[in-house]
């Protein structure tokens, strides 16, 4: 494949930065990819496991003459990290992310961004409950969808491009406004990882039930709860930081249906719970069909294998 | 392996019984494995597939001359099957059960109980989202937990017997109260389904976001709740009205911290939210260690693979 762009510079080298890497050098993307992290210990571990052509130790140095900029950091860090490489951005480079909140980071970037450089937001839906530079693998993103964000005034020509950058990554691509991507994803990810946590949380908590035996009696259910609750403490801070008012509202609507099935419990209402778990077993068919999930039982984890 | 039961009857053939009969088959727990189900369907696959070497269409049959009957059933249906069955249960044979709840059965249970027969309650904490006759395999059980909570009175012997069964099955075994047992399973099995399913139906009704996103963008999180949300409406009806305080006790500490967190996400209290999401992570840890699940990133599930 010929490269759609020349050199991409990756800030930040977490699981979505790595996983990026690989599949750019599966499939050639890049002619070259710099790279950069914050901490010493991670660029060590990514020069010592090849991950990316050239680590900086200057991020001025990684993104200088990139065509492609790749913000892989927390939604916080997104307005001080482009605050600092603004001046040294190349004309018609473009800038994009792949932090999960966009109305935020969008209005942290905007600022910053000088005159012919473009800046369209993504966000690639694809994650495991690992962190670090160790974690990525280059099939993170095959068949999962990636959503761009692009901002008033945003070149078509260099949306198109960052399109086919993300579809030979592996992933499905659409447009959507910030807006309702903010919604969407507190719905099938924000809220889903408050309430995990959440649930783990209160397991560890519980005096009169030890957490040996939250652990050891975890096939029942809680483990599906725990791989999303083991996800990165910071990451997940600053989404439900910067995404509050989705996360809330869906929160909300969470809270008055989960109160209305207490009721339920408490009124002995069995048509009502038994209607109620009827339904939601389509969403599930749905999602299998639409090849986002495993239809092995229990995710095929290896039902009963002995460790 | 020697039989440690010459003829078990199963009562009601879904995902556990047909899991018991090839777990049994594997290791000749067994002499004869009879069965029953009230659903002609069921068990016509059941004589299709060979799952158990007899099934009669008369659950007294069924349970004639067993020394061991397993009552497999949803757990509304406990009572009522053990009162059909009681006048023809043989002297020194022991009657025990896989329901999720265990304080609700034995009361429901021991009422008809005849003299001379042993009755100990179990529950193997085991499942898939799947269920029916065709769900079942022999390693469901290996290397989980099989909780048998004896009732007073219980023949020391019998327990032992019923232990060696199920270790043969594959499972480990540990004993404990009713009580304890409601609360435990509130907490990683009863209280997680509920909000799971509390999850996929908020989302399902959320009109601002379509179905079709739900499922398309469910990567974030979301279809790890799908999953035990597909679970036997049936079954978990009758979870729910028959452990309704320990769930609803579960359920309110729950409420709690997540209006908590919520508060938190309100007033931007970034250090409250990330101590809470790293304490959690440790309970994960635990999980993978106890070998109760997969530590492959994302279940191991085959990320990215093309359906």
Known sequence: MAHIYDRVALIGLGLIASSMFWAMKRKGLAGEVTGFARSAET???????????????????????ADLVVLCVPVGAMGPVMAQIADVLAPGATVTD??????????????HLPEGVHFIAGHPLAGTEHSGPRAGFAELFDNRWCLLVPV????????ARLRSFWEGIG????????????????????????????MVGVADDLSRV??????????????????????????????????KEATLEILGRFTEELFALQRAIRQGDGDHLFDYFTR????????????????????????GRKP
Chains 1, 2 share one sequence.
């Open 280 to 303: 939601t077993r389509a969403i599930r068919r749905g999602i299998i069909e639409a090849g986002q999930d495993t239809d092995a039982a229990d995710f095929g984890r290896g039902v």
């Open 152 to 159: 008033a005034g945003s070149d078509p020509a260099a949306i």
């Open 171 to 198: 992933s499905n691509v659409e447009e959507m406004d910030a807006d309702h991507h903010d919604l969407v994803v507190a719905v099938t990810s924000h809220a889903p990882h408050l309430i995990a946590y959440t």
């Open 43 to 65: 660029r060590h571990i990514a020069r010592e496991i090849g991950l990316c052509d050239v680590v900086y130790d200057d991020i001025r140095e990684a993104v200088r003459g």
């Open 210 to 243: 030890t957490d040996g035996e939250v652990i050891k009696y975890s096939a029942g259910g809680f483990r599906d709860f725990t791989r999303i609750a083991a996800s990165d403490p910071t990451m997940w801070r600053d989404v439900f930081l910067t995404n």
């Open 98 to 111: 792949v932090g999960s909140v966009k109305k935020d980071v969008i209005e942290k970037i905007i600022p």
